[in-house]
């Protein structure tokens, strides 16, 4: 996986959540460009059309990343249909807002099994094949909100923060085998996120207005309107997973990297001022 001017492998992928947004945009960029691609959601209606238009290099298939069994069952088709996989995309998911007083365990339960648990084992599923290939990529979709915490969407930062632990652990469990791992936090981009991949508490708490209350019609008010372009932000992804060393975390968006920059510039003053006395906690040293 070289960026250069020359022709690239052709790879096989498998991505998760197909059916839209950065899902259905990563699928038709790769198999445009001539890769196959296991191209997956829950209902594989939504997806068939790749499977009409690209018959030699698309695979569609019906993945609910929670349901026990799917993710195995999705990469024995690749190894079957392609022999392999170059690339694992995770990137299934939904958001939450509401504050955590506010959401129940029927509403933040099932974010968890598709943002966390399935992607653990859909990771799980693939790393076998990947690690027989020799090399490969994976990567798990986070969000800014993987990396910066803000009221009203607590839970969904916790599921995603989740990831980003998850696979700084893992990007050091399988270099030894030359597979890389790709950490990706868009900012706002002009999806569905906003729209049908996103769940509001059932409960609102009138305590809650000025806080989690503001997200929640923030969130209502700006669906569709989003600067970040979709197809430029999977541009520079793909453009990072064909890079021979390519960035554990890659940020999207410039609201992306002005949050993280506010986030690292408040934690560096934070330990400065306290740096004195909590390094100062150790035993004392007794007298030889």
């Known amino acids: 996986m070289q960026a250069t001017g020359n022709p690239l492998p052709v790879k096989t992928w498998l991505i998760t959540g197909c059916s839209g947004g950065f899902g259905r945009i990563l699928s038709e960029a790769a198999l445009s460009r001539g890769d196959r691609v296991v191209v997956t959601a829950r209902n594989a209606d939504s997806i068939r059309d790749f499977a009409e238009r690209y018959p030699q290099q698309a695979l569609a298939i019906s993945l609910d990343v929670t349901r026990t069994g799917d993710a195995a069952a999705a990469v024995a088709q690749a190894e ?45 599923a693939a790393l076998p094949v990947l690690r027989r290939g020799g090399g490969g990529r994976i990567v798990n979709f986070s969000s800014i909100g993987g990396i910066t915490g803000r009221m009203g969407v607590g839970l969904y930062n916790a599921s995603k ?21 790709i950490i990706l936090e868009p900012g706002a981009f002009r999806t569905e996120f906003l729209g049908r991949s996103i769940s509001v508490a059932g409960t609102e708490i009138e ?23 979709p197809v430029r932000g999977i541009a520079v992804l793909i453009e990072a997973i064909d890079s021979d060393d390519p960035p554990l975390r890659l940020a999207l968006g410039t609201d992306a990297y002005e949050r993280i920059r506010r986030k690292i510039a408040r934690l560096q003053a934070e330990m400065d001022v306290w740096e004195r006395k909590a390094t100062s906690t150790g035993f004392e040293e007794k007298p030889v």
């Open 80 to 124: 079957k249909r392609f022999g392999g996989i170059d690339i694992l995309v995770n990137n299934a998911g939904f958001g939450l807002v509401g504050a955590v007083e506010e959401c129940e365990p029927a509403e933040y339960r099932p974010m968890f099994e598709t943002n966390l648990f399935g992607l653990i084992e859909m990771t799980r």
């Open 161 to 181: 923060f989740a990831v980003e632990g998850l696979s700084e652990a893992l990007a050091e469990e399988v270099a030894p085998f030359g597979i890389k791992v």
């Open 207 to 229: 305590a809650y207005r000025d806080t989690s209350g503001r997200t929640r019609r923030f969130s209502e008010a700006n669906n569709g309107q989003q600067l970040g372009d």
